[in-house]
């Protein structure tokens, strides 16, 4: 039987499906759109390649690393990071949903970060790009902007050489040279007329996400800003397991058909980077202990940018040294005397089947608690003969992941400044 490639999977090692669903056609409802995993059968963007569990863990800790890097960055307010390592890194963002942009509508697929400012998108004859799925010569509604653009001033990074605003910026291990510009871009059935976004030019040391970034952050150029007036503000998904044959979960827009019975935490705010997602995470419980974890792993400093952050691009959830120390370490406790391997950066692996000793894991936050199953923080081999506990540790900030989001609906509130999440199986 064929399966899905391990760089993603984690838990299966199967071959990949070259064959695509005849459900990846399936229409949007209204203003609910499919979310697909960049390793689907319904992306064009799977691995072609298959690695064995052990490398893929390993290739996928070190996506994550160089991704913590450029999120450390950000929470300390810097507009250009360090770049990660010469290997070729693909910081790619793990799902994806279908978008269309200009006139005549060019369909295109672009990856979900909460975390980006803007969308951006590889456009045609750009240099280093992986595809180019943009033509702006053959779109009607097409325009460049010019540095005198109020848009081109909300840009950091922006520059301007010439008449044309131009943008020079990094995103993960990537360096861009990008123009700001205007035109249609369609999700699910609305159209958002004269959208702002980086049409990519250049990328250099590093591979951009070849399916080019929505960004859903609370930025002034990010969809839930451009798109106010039809979406008040608010968008919700749900991802699904990894473990999912399907790979599909949902990007749900607007206040409409939102959970009625949801808890809620408030955002707050950097002001360093005020369009990241941070939350309160007043502290974790593993089984039914609380974990004794210093204040200080996780308060929220507005001064250095610590404290805790949602973040749909990171697969595995850091927690700061304190922090992570004390969970893994209760952890550990709760499994008994099952002796304890590392792999790459996980370092609470077992190589003895693990099953009833396994405890849930609670992150607590003002206002709600998310309890996770133990498929949203542990990742096993096929063969079940690994199993390891999939968080590690960070040096500056908390981010809880992708991993442990799946199967759970947040609902981003920015009109009212606050996060909603639910238990809901999308997979």
């Known amino acids: ?39 689907s059968p319904c992306s064009p963007f799977r691995p072609k390649t ?59 697929l672009m990856a979900l970060d909460t975390s980006a400012d803007m969308a951006l998108v590889p456009c045609a004859g750009c240099v280093g790009c992986s595809s180019s799925t943009y033509d702006s010569a ?39 040279a990008a123009t700001l510009a205007l035109d249609n871009l369609t999700l699910a059935t609305d159209s958002v007329p004269g959208y702002s976004f980086g049409c990519i030019k250049q990328v250099t040391r590093g591979s951009f996400p070849p399916q080019g970034v929505l960004g859903l952050s609370r930025g002034p150029l990010s969809f839930i800003s451009q798109s106010k007036s039809l979406y008040t503000s608010t968008f919700s998904y749900c991802l699904p397991s990894f473990k999912s044959s399907n790979f599909s979960g949902t990007l749900r827009l ?17 002001p360093k ?8 995470l007043l502290g974790v419980k593993v089984g039914s202990t ?3 974890i210093p204040a200080s792993a996780l308060a929220f400093n507005p001064n250095t940018g610590g404290g805790t952050i949602v973040d749909s691009g990171t697969v595995f959830t850091r927690l700061v040294n304190g922090a992570y120390t004390a969970v893994r370490d209760e ?12 792999l790459g950066g996980f370092d609470t692996c077992y190589t003895v089947p693990v099953g009833k000793q396994v405890p849930t894991i609670t992150f607590m936050f003002a206002g709600l608690n998310m309890t996770l199953p133990p498929d949203n923080f542990l990742i096993r081999s096929s063969s079940g003969a690994t199993t390891c506990l999939a968080m590690s540790a960070s040096p500056a900030v908390n981010v809880i992941a992708n991993m442990q989001q799946q199967n759970h609906r947040l609902v981003f509130d920015v009109a009212k400044n606050r996060l909603g999440v639910s238990r809901e199986i999308c997979s």
């Open 331 to 342: 952890f550990r406790r709760r499994m008994g005397t099952a002796g304890v391997t590392s």
């Open 50 to 108: 298959s690695l064995s569990w052990e490398e893929s863990v390993l290739q996928m800790q070190a996506d994550d690393k160089t991704r913590l890097v450029y999120l450390t960055s950000l929470v300390a307010g810097r507009s250009f990071v360090p770049i990660g390592s010469g290997r070729q890194i693909i910081q790619s963002p793990t799902y994806i949903v279908k978008a269309s942009i200009g006139t005549p509508a060019q369909s295109l």
């Open 254 to 270: 607007g206040q409409f058909g939102q959970p009625k019975v949801i808890n809620y935490t408030p955002l707050l705010t950097n």
């Open 273 to 280: 980077r005020p369009s990241l997602y941070y939350v309160n």
């Open 290 to 292: 609380v974990v004794n």
């Open 138 to 176: 053959k779109s009607a509604s097409f325009s460049s902007l010019t540095c005198g653009a109020n848009q081109c001033k909300q840009v950091q990074t922006s520059n301007c050489p010439g008449t044309t605003c131009s943008l020079n910026m990094t995103y993960g291990g990537s360096t861009l």
């Open 1 to 39: 039987m064929e399966g899905l490639h391990l760089t993603i999977l984690f838990l299966l090692s199967l071959t990949v499906v070259h064959s695509i669903s005849p459900k990846c056609d399936l229409p949007s409802q209204g203003s609910t759109l499919r979310i697909y995993h960049v390793s």
